[in-house]
């Protein structure tokens, strides 16, 4: 069974502060998503990491995929309000009997207070 | 992208009870699959529904307790049945369209089981 060990669970922080979300795994994974979820919604995807290494960023988002795709982080910078929500990752595992199907981290609940 | 939609959006049960929600897509997919997202915490797959055969489970999900039918490539049901309290959670249907190589969720149905 694949896990995902993502931190922190929670993130109050003030606006225009930076920070980061960790996401680590034991498991190799094909490719790692991101995703956000509002209230009432699903997880709209952010973005797919798929090469080891990798470095991707969205305006004031940055992600990154461990050279060994066991991990990733998504760093914020400059956070305001508008960023407040749930972040999620998720995995999609080695092989093809896994393909579409995910594996999510715990979540962390972001607060952007202005 | 896919536009997904679920009735109910929610709904609240007597135990004992049994409720199917539906999935709705607005294009032909491959891959249909349905999660589980209880109070506080990430998102579970409970299954893949397969179009023409019998759903693929996960551990701890079994078909009595959770039937799925996939009679066409843009709809999709799953019943909850015999529901207890435990039971209380979101219920979200996702797709991966290999078009965008991205994962769609729909909104969810929020269940409450009294």
């Known amino acids: 069974t694949q896990l995902l060990e993502q931190s922190p669970q929670f993130l109050s922080i003030q606006e225009g502060e930076n920070l980061t979300v960790y996401c680590n795994s034991s498991?190799?994974?094909?490719?790692l998503q991101w995703y956000r979820q509002e209230p009432g919604e699903g997880p709209v995807l952010l973005v797919t990491?798929?090469?080891?290494?990798e470095v991707k960023k969205l305006k004031r988002l940055t992600f990154q995929f461990g050279d060994a795709r066991k991990d990733s982080s998504l760093h914020i910078t400059a956070a305001q309000p508008g960023d407040t929500g749930l972040y999620l990752c998720?995995?999609?595992?080695?092989?093809?009997?896994?393909?579409?199907?995910?594996?999510f981290g715990q979540g962390t609940i972001l607060t952007v207070h202005p | 992208s896919a536009v997904i939609s679920q009735k109910p959006s929610r709904d609240i049960c007597q135990r004992g009870t049994s409720l199917t929600i539906q999935c709705q897509v607005d294009?032909?997919?491959?891959?249909m699959f349905w999660y589980r997202q209880q109070p506080g915490q990430s998102l579970t797959l409970i299954a893949t529904a397969n179009q023409g055969s019998e759903a693929t489970y996960e551990s701890g999900f079994v078909i009595d307790k959770f039937p799925i039918s996939r009679p066409n490539l843009t709809f999709s049901t799953l019943t909850v049945s015999n529901m207890s309290p435990e039971d209380s959670s979101i219920y979200l249907c996702?797709?991966?369209?290999?078009?965008?190589?991205?994962?769609?969720f729909g909104p969810g149905t929020r269940l409450t089981v009294l």
């Open positions: 498991s190799v994974f094909s490719s």
């Open positions: 998720a995995g999609e595992g080695a092989g093809g009997t896994s393909y579409g199907k995910l594996t």
């Open positions: 294009s032909q997919v491959t891959m």
């Open positions: 996702s797709v991966y369209s290999p078009s965008y190589n991205e994962q769609f």
């Open positions: 990491v798929v090469t080891g290494g």
